[in-house]
């Protein structure tokens, strides 16, 4: 099968050109002249021809709070296609007392039949037994080369010390990467006790609990870490700017730290949470947005390269869940913010929102949006050059993006199984017309192309890049 792009414009992270593609078999054949030989000719005049996006960081199915992320593989996958992205790395999680080949195992399960776009899996480390420390070596034969660790969530995921210079040293001695949470979870541990005491129940004390000092402080330690260890590490979902000032100190040091931050910290800030209201449980996700000025560093930390990954932290959970055969969701938390399922839908918004805030503002480039929406993750997380570029032999992951297609953002039109949209009525500029992964058409205008169980497992290598 050979489809010819054509009368676009190719940006990748490294240049723009106006150029046409030839894909062959679901891979890039080449770029340039390539006649008009193919069984479809699709003309992308006046379109941006881009690397899918790649959406480093999210949560489908994911057991939390006494419920499940309200997206599966097969939901979160065509909503992410509608988005723009056609590569996905999930958490596999290991389960306390169990090892980590039977976390990886559910998670495999999970995708397995429903997949639509391409994916991978960090593996979380929740009970670091000796047993499951000595089992992180395994993990890069399954394809895995990355390992998250929390310093939060204290007696459920978080981590000691020990496990955790334990696991950054094994995890730098064989070329994989460890992805941090960053937040001091002694700090909120105590401070949700307090406020819990004395009655503050209302969703605005989830951001007093989850404050900025404390995932700046645990971030700072992060660079520390890496200091210590000289293994590197990836913080994922940064929102505070004292956090990623430290990061960026550490990065002028030579330190291999990196920062992660998400679509939603681009417009969300706490004034969401400000609220008694139950409204405010549609923002409730760890770590919550912070102030303006804390969003103003996130800006300044992606225009100069403090942040190499835009990622979504996707964790759908139903606002009215429970009924009507959804999910149990935020209503959990009803009575209490320290009860309502943590995490954000948007992995369907993702890069309509990093265009629209970062690109039509002049703040980055189209290239530095590709290397923040795609590249990069590719090249940190061992897939590069398969995916994140249009290159002769990468997989024809490819969008086709309108820059001046404006759309209004809404749960009303939206793909992603969940029934509100935390940038509801935002009115963007720049959408994604068509997308294709491995070369088959998913998405066309509002038209689903995509099938069920499509999407396959990318292994990833070790020893990737440190950017
Ligand atoms: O609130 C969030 N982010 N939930 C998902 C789990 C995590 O901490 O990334
Ligand atoms: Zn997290
Ligand atoms: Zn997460």
Redesign the pocket.
Same mark, same amino acid.
């Given at each position: 099968m050979r489809t010819i792009i054509k009368g676009g414009t190719v940006v990748t992270a490294g240049d723009t050109i106006d150029t046409s593609v030839l894909i062959e078999d679901g891979v890039v054949k080449a770029l340039g002249y390539v006649g008009s030989n193919a069984d479809s000719v699709i003309d992308a005049s006046g379109l941006l021809v881009m690397p899918g996006g790649i959406d480093p960081?999210t949560?489908l199915s994911?057991p $939390?709070g006494g419920t499940f992320?309200s997206d599966d593989f097969f939901t979160g996958h065509k909503a992410a296609a509608f988005g723009g992205t056609t590569c996905q790395i999930d958490?596999a999680m290991q389960v306390k007392g169990g090892t980590l080949a039977e976390g990886l195992k559910t998670w495999h399960e999970k995708a397995n039949g429903k997949a639509v776009i391409d994916y991978a899996f960090h593996m979380g480390i929740v009970d670091p037994t000796e047993e499951a420390l000595a089992e992180i070596e395994t993990m890069p034969a399954e394809g895995i080369s990355s390992l998250k660790i929390?310093l $939060?969530?204290k007696n459920v995921?978080q981590l000691e010390e020990e496990a955790v210079l334990k696991i950054l040293k094994i995890a730098g001695r064989k070329g994989m990467l460890t992805l941090v949470?960053a937040e001091n979870g002694e700090a909120i541990y105590q401070t949700t006790q307090e406020l819990l005491a004395q009655g503050k129940n209302t969703m605005r004390y989830h951001s007093e609990a989850h404050s900025a000092i404390a995932e700046s402080e645990a971030t700072s330690r992060a660079v520390d870490y890496v200091e210590m260890t000289g293994a590197p590490l990836y913080v &994922?979902?940064t929102t505070a700017g004292q956090g990623l000032q430290a990061i960026r100190r550490g990065r002028r040091r030579g330190l291999p730290i990196m920062a992660e931050t998400c679509s939603q910290y681009l417009v969300l800030t706490d004034k969401y949470l400000a609220t008694d209201s139950f409204e405010g449980a549609k923002y409730?996700?760890?770590?919550?947005p912070k102030s303006e000025w804390d969003q103003s560093i996130i800006y300044e930390c992606l225009a100069d390269g403090t942040i190499q990954t835009v990622a979504t932290?996707h964790?759908p959970f139903w606002f009215e869940g429970g009924k009507d055969g959804r999910l149990p969701g935020k209503e959990l938390g009803k009575d209490c913010w320290a009860k309502v399922?943590?995490? &954000?839908p948007g992995i369907e918004d993702r890069l309509v929102v990093l265009w629209h805030k970062a690109v039509n503002s002049g703040l980055i480039t189209p290239e530095q949006f590709v290397a923040l929406s795609s590249t990069n993750a590719a090249k940190i997380f061992g897939m590069y050059p398969r995916k994140g570029t249009i290159a002769p032999g990468s997989d024809a992951d490819i969008v086709l993006f309108n820059p001046n297609k404006k759309r209004v953002i809404s749960a009303k039109t939206h793909h992603m199984n969940v029934d509100y949209n935390v940038y509801e009525g935002m009115e963007v500029t720049g959408w994604p017309e068509k997308v294709f992964s491995r070369g088959r058409l998913l998405v066309d205008g509002d038209k689903w192309l995509g099938e069920a169980g499509t999407g396959k497992y990318i292994p990833r290598e070790t020893h990737a890049a440190i950017l």
């Open positions: 960081h949560h994911l $939390a992320s958490f929390f $939060a969530y995921l949470h &994922v979902h409730i996700c760890s770590p919550p932290d964790c399922p943590n995490g &954000v």
